[in-house]
């Protein structure tokens, strides 16, 4: 899987890249407006993440020129900007998802392996991971053979899980993801050990082997 | 309060009728003195014609004796004496009696009367004539009520030039006050004050248009700067926040560093929520945002609700709700999902466990109520980061962007406490 970085902050793409790496994605990475243009000319990616406020161009600009050119890589804004407008723009020009900064590596992970997932089986979008059935689009879990009834929140930490599979993720993190805008103004994140604890649940019940392991007393980690 | 016109007006009327009343004894006197002054000398004329007459008539020493006698009876208000020796001074005096024509018994007159020497076939006599002059309490009294009568004319007038007056020549000045009293910092819109050639007011304009522009431009500066610095954080929040990340996944972390970390992912929180709403704020302030959509604001509590259902249930909170349907009202969606996010977790934070929520919403009230044990400072409530002293969590501006997001679509939020319940009033 190719990915292409298209960011001006340096420390933020070598994160970027040094995180990902370890999922077997291939990094690319562009500095600046006219490195991307070249970069985009030439090859196909998978996944481009992009930051629109870059030294020598709108970002913007970029994906209007996929879009021209009919290309079908995947597009993740990430931005420092953050307003309702720029999302709505970004978003009708053809951007996939977009991801405000400052985010987590384990989020913007998960909505990487999302994206890929749904551009490379259009219909049929289905996950197979372990005993594990999950159809994306209708949003059912089918666990050896058997469907098993999740709630939408546990649902998408399962995802979640799935799309950080190996990594570690601490409750603030999975906080954050699962409460999305309200996380920032939520000060207890003890919910997470409850969603944590059904799902897991619900997956021994259904007769799944245990592949959400706590870690550090307060992290856990989807090992499969 | 009076009003400036009507102050003086009180003030003038005083010294008015001051000077008035001053006057009525000054017109006496001088028309007193006219009066006695013109009388002496008619005495004098008469004086000198009964002379004259007398010696025209070139009649004997018996005749004329008889002739005076007969003259003092027809003439009782005069009389012709001899007079042993000539009165070398005339003498004037004023008397006060009865007229002797007088119907009424009773009527006391003034008279100016003369003493004087005439000489009537060379003898020396001795004249009195006597004149009636008007009595001192009715000049004194026609003369009051002449000036009564000037000064309430005067005082009319006063009241109407004044209501004139401070329609035309104060309505630049009121112009100017109704322009300050509209007048919107975070609005940011210039205020232009109308033309005038008072010099007074021409000078308030200027300096006050000076005090404005210095003010919008101040203001505006401060809120570019926090969006500025808000925006230039993000960036580096973002880094630490990924190499926290990048750093909870080596694997020979211990779990006292992973600890540390995850410390450090929650501070890193914290700032990214300041730095977040901050850059809100300013984004509000700056009317960035579109206010005019029609927005289903039941949708929006229900929706806000249910999403936060899982942080009822941990606490253990019991929820109440009275929700109209189909409310809608005018503003920004976005906004207004923040603004109702806002005070149910804000609600929800101040809740103690076990406790309860009642959420109710009407066609022009959106209100909820959450139990509890005091009373929290009004003033401090809507401020920039004024905590409440019991609380440590909380960025300290959830209720500043509920406040900000209200005054952006003109509604009303009020905090009050009854029966230990926290009630936020949310009234468009």
């Known amino acids: ?224 | 309060m009076k009003n400036l016109l009507q102050k003086s007006l009180k003030q003038l009327t005083i010294y008015a009728f001051i000077v008035f009343a001053l006057s009525i004894p000054s017109y006496f006197l001088l028309v007193d003195w006219i009066w006695l002054k013109e009388l002496d000398e008619n005495n004098h004329l008469i004086a000198e014609r009964i002379e004259n007459e007398f010696n025209e008539q070139h009649i004997s020493d018996e005749k004329l004796a008889e002739s005076i006698q007969f003259w003092n009876e027809i003439q009782p208000t005069s009389k012709i004496e001899n007079a042993g020796q000539p009165l070398t001074k005339d003498s004037l005096y004023t008397i006060r009696r009865k007229n002797i024509y007088a119907t009424r018994d009773d009527a006391i007159d003034r008279f100016r009367g003369l003493k004087t020497n005439i000489k009537i076939n060379n003898q020396d006599y001795e004249l009195t004539i006597e004149t009636n002059v008007e009595e001192t309490e009715e000049t004194v009294a026609y003369i009051a009520m002449i000036t009564l009568l000037f000064f309430l004319i005067l005082v009319i007038g006063f009241w109407i030039l004044n209501r004139r007056l401070s329609k035309k020549l104060w309505q630049p000045f009121q112009d100017t006050l109704q322009k300050l009293k509209s007048f919107q910092l975070n609005s940011q819109r210039p205020v232009y004050f109308e033309e005038t050639d008072t010099i007074e007011f021409a000078e308030l304009n200027a300096t006050l248009d000076k005090l404005l522009q210095h003010s919008i431009t101040t203001y505006k500066n401060q809120k570019e700067f926090t969006e500025n610095a808000s925006h230039e954080l993000q960036t580096p929040l973002a880094v630490l926040k990924n190499k926290v990340d990048i750093l909870l996944q080596s694997n020979d972390l211990t779990e006292k560093q992973y600890h540390i970390a995850e410390e450090m992912n929650k501070a890193l929180i914290r700032s990214s929520r300041i730095n977040k709403n901050l850059l809100l704020l300013a984004k509000i302030e700056n009317s960035q945002f579109d206010n005019s959509g029609q927005i289903r604001f039941d949708t929006l509590v229900l929706q806000s609700m249910d999403a936060l259902q899982e942080h009822f249930n941990e606490k253990k909170i019991s929820v109440a709700r009275d929700i109209s349907s189909d409310v809608e009202v005018k503003g920004n969606g976005g906004l207004t999902e923040a603004l109702i996010n806002n005070i149910i977790i804000n609600a929800i934070r101040h809740t103690p466990p076990a406790g309860t929520i009642r959420v109710a919403l009407t066609t022009s009230v959106f209100e909820v109520r959450n139990s509890g044990e005091q009373a929290l400072s009004t003033s401090l409530l809507f401020k920039r980061f004024s905590r409440m002293p019991a609380d440590d969590s909380g960025g300290g501006l959830g209720l500043s962007i509920v406040q900000e997001i209200c005054n952006l679509h003109g509604w009303q939020v009020t905090y009050r406490f009854e029966n230990n319940e926290h009630i936020f009033k949310v009234a468009f």
């Open chain 1, 1 to 224: 899987m190719k990915i292409l970085i298209i960011e001006d902050e340096k420390e933020l793409a070598k994160s970027i890249v040094e995180y990902l790496s370890e999922e077997k994605y291939l990094c690319e990475v562009a500095s600046t407006f006219t490195e991307a243009m070249n970069k985009i000319d030439v090859f196909n990616y998978d996944c481009i993440l992009l930051d629109i406020t870059l030294p020598d161009g709108n970002g913007l600009k970029i994906l209007e020129e996929l879009k021209k050119e009919n290309k079908q890589d995947g597009v993740i804004i990430i931005s420092a900007k953050n307003s309702v407008d720029d999302k709505i723009k970004g978003l009708q020009t053809g951007a996939d998802d977009y991801l405000a900064k400052p985010f987590h590596l384990s989020e913007l992970t998960a909505r990487i392996y999302s994206l890929i997932r749904r551009k490379q089986f259009n219909n049929s979008n289905t996950i197979k991971q372990d005993d594990l059935e999950i159809d994306l689009l209708a949003k059912t879990v089918v666990l050896n053979g058997k469907a098993i009834t999740l709630t939408k929140k546990e649902f998408d930490l399962l995802i979640y899980f799935i799309g950080n599979k190996n990594r570690v993720l601490s409750k603030s993190t999975l906080a954050e993801h699962l409460s999305g805008d309200f996380a920032d103004m939520m000060d207890n994140h003890d919910f997470v050990y409850a969603h944590v604890k059904n799902l897991k649940k619900k997956l021994s019940d259904g007769g799944g082997e245990q592949y959400i392991k706590t870690v550090y007393g307060t992290g856990y980690k989807w090992e499969g």
